[in-house]
Nanobody, 122 residues
Framework: VQLQASGGGLAQAGDSLRLTCASSRRTSSNNAMGWFRQAPGKEREFVGRINWNGSTYYADSVKGRFTISRDNARGTAYLQMNSLKPEDTAVYYC?????????????????WGQGTQVTVSS
């Protein structure tokens, strides 16, 4: 399975961006999808995830601002980012879980996309 994350770019504080994660195989639509990010000099951190049934879970830092959705028919997941802040600047990665349900740990996810850069200026 290959995952392709896209939609990153430059934004100003308060702007919105929508990231897309496309899978090469529809079978990934049966599994949880997660979003992570990694800022320079920092470890990769959990942003949020959506299970196969659509249930979502977010990191406290993005709760209320970011929304994850998915289109199982297309094998695609989305990360809608609103009210962006400079501290959201990072490379964003999407990942596909081993099973329909997953948590917030990196080890819960089997396949990873290449990442897309999001830069938010103040």
């Amino acid at each position: 399975v290959q995952l392709q994350a896209s939609g990153g770019g430059l934004a100003q504080a308060g702007d919105s961006l929508r990231l897309t994660c496309a899978s090469s195989r529809r079978t990934s639509s049966n599994n949880a999808m997660g979003w992570f990010r990694q800022a320079p000099g920092k470890e990769r951190e959990f942003v949020g995830r959506i299970n196969w049934n659509g249930s979502t879970y977010y990191a406290d830092s993005v709760k209320g601002r970011f929304t994850i959705s998915r289109d199982n028919a297309r094998g695609t997941a989305y990360l809608q980012m609103n009210s962006l802040k400079p501290e959201d600047t990072a490379v964003y990665y999407c990942a596909s879980g081993f099973r329909p349900y997953a948590g917030r740990e990196l080890v819960d996810y089997r396949y990873w996309g290449q990442g897309t850069q999001v830069t938010v200026s103040s």
